[in-house]
Each structure stands twice: as C-alpha cells, then as structure tokens.
C-alpha cells in the first residue's frame, strides 16, 4: 500500500507557508502544460491563512480556474460562505471563479456544479480534515462518502452549516495531486489512522494516497 507523503511543520503558519507554495508552484506547472490550471479549495479555519499567502505568490493569475471541493449552501456573502472566504483572502486577479450556485438550493446547486465541472480534470485539490475525520464535506457514516458521480448534496451535516455541497472522492481522487492541510493536536488520533491506511469510517483515510501529500504540524503529528 502506498503511502503519502508526510510534510512535518513546526506550526500552523508554517503549515500554511508550504501549502501556498505547493499550490503556486503546481498551479504554475500546470497552466505551463496545459494551458490552463484548475485548483479545488476547501473551507474551514486551517486554509484561510494558505490563501493569504498564496495570492502574492503568482504575479497573475489568468487561465487558472478556482473550483470548490465542498461549499456550505448558503448565500455568497454569508459569514460560512467558503466562497466569501477564498475570495476575501485569496488576491487572484484574472483567475477564473466557480462558486457553487448555492443560490439555487441545495440539491440543485449539486447538480448544476456537477454539470459545471464534468470532464474537468482537477490539478490540485486542498483539503482539510475535521477531528472526526472528514475531509470536504464527506462525513463518517454518511452513504455520500462512497457516492459515485460528481457532486452529491449533503443534508444534516454534522459540521454546521448542515447542507452542503461535496464533490465526491471519485473526483476529488482524479486530481493529479491532493493535499491535506493538519493542525492541531485535536486531530492527532485521526490524522494517525489516516497515516496507517484507508478505513472506510475515516473519510480522509480514503484521499488517493499515492499523489497524497499531508502538510500537518507538530501537533496533529502527535509531537
Ligand atoms: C468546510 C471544509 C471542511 C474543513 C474541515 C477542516 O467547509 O468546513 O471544507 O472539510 O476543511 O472541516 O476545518 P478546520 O480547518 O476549520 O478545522
């Protein structure tokens, strides 16, 4: 079984300073290849700082398309918005927006985000991890965690907001590379399980391992 790739930081600034890097410089890379990139973010309080970073480390920002791996259904300018978030910390002039229509509702926003991004190829994905494990809005025990497709809506979070919008591991696995951003000794019993292997009762344990880079402190890493 392979296993990911394990960036230890001191803190979560220095956890924050290596994932603006890693996504500048593969953003770069990939718009260089392909012409253009195409990058996922996450929500929560862990990315916030990344984004700040990561904005003044590419000097523009053209053909790079922004997509959400998960977003809470509520209106883009609502405090839990991860849409306000990202573009509230992330300076992207030129880069390509895709909010997640949650304006439509819930169920709907699902669907028309999984037409939205069909057949787009993800190059990166940043990912946090609840304590519980989850990763996205992919929750233990929730059938959604093994969803085929695209885009599933997810109903009764456990992580307030309750409904929200998720992409599948399917797709989230496509990307040619995913990182998992780790602080925090709250989640050192589960960021350990996700080190050991795959457990289907650990959402995050699932990420594609073999194009995985876990960029967690000292304390989510146990010390
Ligand atoms: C969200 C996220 C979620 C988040 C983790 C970690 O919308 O909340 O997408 O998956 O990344 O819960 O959140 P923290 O960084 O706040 O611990």
């Given at each position: 079984m392979s296993r990911p790739t394990i960036s230890r930081c001191a803190d979560p600034e220095e956890v924050a300073q290596r994932a603006a890097e890693v996504l500048a410089m593969t953003i770069d890379a990939a718009r260089t290849v392909h012409g253009?990139?195409?990058?996922?973010?996450?929500?929560?309080?862990?990315?916030?700082?990344?984004?700040?970073?990561?904005?003044?480390?590419?000097?523009?920002?053209?053909?790079?398309?922004?997509?959400?791996?998960?977003?809470?259904?509520?209106?883009?300018?609502?405090?839990?918005?991860?849409?306000?978030?990202?573009?509230?910390?992330?300076?992207?002039?030129?880069?390509?927006?895709?909010?997640?229509?949650?304006?439509?509702?819930?169920?709907?926003?699902?669907?028309?985000?999984?037409?939205?991004?069909?057949?787009?190829?993800?190059?990166?994905?940043?990912?946090?991890?609840?304590?519980?494990?989850?990763?996205?809005?992919?929750?233990?025990?929730?059938e959604h965690v093994r969803a085929s497709g695209t885009c599933v809506a997810v109903h009764h979070s456990p992580k307030p907001p309750p409904d929200r919008v998720t992409l599948t591991l399917d797709v989230l696995n496509t990307a040619r590379r995913i990182l998992l951003v780790v602080t925090g000794a709250d989640k050192a019993p589960m960021l350990a399980r996700v080190i050991d292997g795959p457990d289907p009762a650990v959402p995050a344990s699932l990420l594609a391992r073999d194009h995985l880079e876990i960029i967690a402190d000292e304390a989510a890493l146990g010390g």
């Amino acid at each position: 079984m392979s296993r990911p790739t394990i960036s230890r930081c001191a803190d979560p600034e220095e956890v924050a300073q290596r994932a603006a890097e890693v996504l500048a410089m593969t953003i770069d890379a990939a718009r260089t290849v392909h012409g253009e990139s195409h990058v996922a973010l996450s929500g929560g309080s862990t990315v916030g700082r990344a984004y700040e970073l990561l904005g003044p480390l590419l000097p523009e920002w053209s053909d790079v398309h922004l997509w959400y791996g998960d977003e809470r259904c509520v209106p883009h300018d609502d405090p839990e918005s991860t849409h306000l978030l990202a573009t509230t910390e992330l300076d992207a002039p030129g880069a390509v927006w895709h909010p997640v229509p949650t304006e439509l509702g819930c169920d709907a926003a699902a669907a028309a985000y999984a037409k939205e991004i069909e057949g787009v190829r993800l190059d990166v994905a940043l990912q946090g991890m609840g304590p519980d494990g989850h990763t996205a809005s992919l929750f233990p025990g929730f059938e959604h965690v093994r969803a085929s497709g695209t885009c599933v809506a997810v109903h009764h979070s456990p992580k307030p907001p309750p409904d929200r919008v998720t992409l599948t591991l399917d797709v989230l696995n496509t990307a040619r590379r995913i990182l998992l951003v780790v602080t925090g000794a709250d989640k050192a019993p589960m960021l350990a399980r996700v080190i050991d292997g795959p457990d289907p009762a650990v959402p995050a344990s699932l990420l594609a391992r073999d194009h995985l880079e876990i960029i967690a402190d000292e304390a989510a890493l146990g010390g």
